[in-house]
């Protein structure tokens, strides 16, 4: 019996630790390999050049997308707590989305839903109008 009980909390114990639960991922940034989104941001942007949009050249190289990849997930891990767990958990969902992760994409939807939360009874602005 005693076998059993250790048995028994040892393999939930290595079920846990091998797959991360929702509550421990909400709890810090997730880690994103962001080069193969950059590597097709970097595409896209060269298409757009080829068809004639004249972005100038290097505004989305690879290594620029990296960095803002970086800068962005630097400003998730000041901020991370800061958001709702529901937000987080939702919005790591989004940032995935298609299998292209991105922290860019994370944080707009963080600072999006934080916004939102603060628009009161989400009843529209009133319209104003000049000289009133």
Same mark, same amino acid.
């Given at each position: 019996?005693?076998?059993?009980?250790?048995?028994?909390?040892?393999?939930?114990?290595? *079920?846990? !630790? &091998? =797959?991360?639960?929702?509550?421990?991922?909400? %709890?810090?940034?997730?880690?994103?390999?962001?080069?193969?989104? @950059?590597?097709?941001? *970097?595409? !896209? &942007? =060269?298409?757009?050049?080829?068809?004639?949009? %004249?972005?100038?050249?290097?505004?989305?190289?690879?290594?620029? @997308?990296?960095?803002?990849?970086?800068? &962005?997930?630097?400003?998730?891990?000041?901020?991370?707590?800061?958001?709702?767990?529901?937000?987080?958990?939702?919005?790591?969902?989004?940032?995935?989305?298609?299998?292209?992760?991105?922290?860019?994409?994370?944080?707009?939807?963080?600072?999006?839903?934080?916004?939102?939360?603060?628009?009161?009874?989400?009843?529209?602005?009133?319209?104003?109008?000049?000289?009133?």
């Amino acid at each position: 019996m005693r076998v059993s009980i250790v048995m028994v909390a040892f393999a939930a114990f290595v *079920t846990l !630790a &091998a =797959s991360p639960s929702s509550a421990r991922a909400a %709890n810090d940034v997730p880690d994103f390999d962001v080069k193969p989104s @950059c590597q097709s941001a *970097t595409r !896209a &942007a =060269s298409d757009l050049n080829q068809a004639g949009d %004249n972005l100038r050249a290097g505004d989305r190289s690879s290594d620029n @997308c990296v960095q803002d990849e970086m800068k &962005a997930k630097a400003t998730l891990s000041d901020e991370w707590t800061h958001f709702k767990i529901s937000e987080r958990q939702r919005c790591a969902r989004l940032a995935t989305l298609g299998g292209l992760p991105s922290y860019v994409e994370l944080l707009t939807c963080l600072e999006m839903a934080q916004e939102a939360a603060n628009i009161p009874d989400g009843r529209p602005a009133a319209k104003t109008r000049p000289g009133r």
